[in-house]
């Protein structure tokens, strides 16, 4: 079964408004990553968050972590319509051999 | 420039046609993986490897079979494909076998119909 999966499976905003994509997982993790797709294109890694970490940021990226609940956001503040993409978080478990389990994605769309 | 390069990117095949996906970095990393994704089901994994002749099953191995006789190189085979194996594959790659968190890189993907 999937590990994480993301919330809400499509997501449509105006352009300038916040985006906010949330991730929730089963099992202890080692860290939890978010990565970008455009459409029928390669995954693009955007930012990781170890376990040990509560919130990160990256320009107008902003994720946080919370481990008691097993959840992770991912925030876009001033969303432009060139962010119109799916967004995939990823966990590497705990003790893990290094696989990353994907979530079935958030699709954004931002509207111009 | 740090690459995944897979080929072909677009294929049309038929049902128990052997064919296979390269797949190529040139990064020297040590970890390469094969995914598929399809619609409802996001990223599954295929197979992958830690380092040269190092392979494992990943989540759905069944139809696949993977080499790793070069760091460099990770070809998908598939011995007879079926219709069930159309999707869009890609391979990734990322430097060390841990769970640390290093970077994954991904190919542009290989669109896969198997008719």
């Known amino acids: 079964s999937q590990q994480g999966e993301e919330d809400p499976q499509a997501l449509s905003i105006q352009e300038g408004e916040n985006a906010t994509m949330n991730c929730s997982y089963k099992t202890s993790i080692n860290n939890l990553q978010w990565y970008r797709q455009n459409s029928g294109r390669g995954l693009v890694h955007l930012i990781l968050i170890r376990s040990n970490e509560r919130e990160k940021h990256s320009g107008r990226l902003r994720v946080t972590l919370d481990t008691s609940k097993k959840s992770s956001s991912l925030l876009i503040t001033a969303s432009r319509a060139a962010d119109t993409a799916s967004y995939f978080c990823a966990t590497a478990r705990s003790g893990n051999t290094g696989k990353l389990i994907f979530g079935q994605g958030t699709t954004l769309q931002v509207k111009p | 420039e740090a690459q995944v390069t897979q080929n072909p990117r677009y294929l049309i095949t038929v049902t128990g046609k052997k064919l296979t996906v390269t797949c190529s970095q040139n990064m020297n990393h040590e970890y390469m993986s094969w995914y598929r994704q399809d619609p409802g089901l996001g990223l599954r994994q295929i197979y992958y490897s830690m380092n040269v002749e190092v392979t494992d099953k990943g989540d759905v191995p069944e139809g696949y079979k993977v080499s790793r006789k070069e760091k460099r190189n990770f070809p998908l085979i598939l011995e007879s494909p079926s219709p069930n194996q159309t999707s869009l594959y890609f391979c990734?790659?990322?430097?060390?076998?841990?769970?640390?968190?290093?970077?994954?890189?991904f190919g542009e993907g290989s669109w896969l119909t198997v008719v």
């Open positions: 990734a790659s990322r430097r060390g076998g841990d769970s640390s968190g290093n970077t994954i890189y």
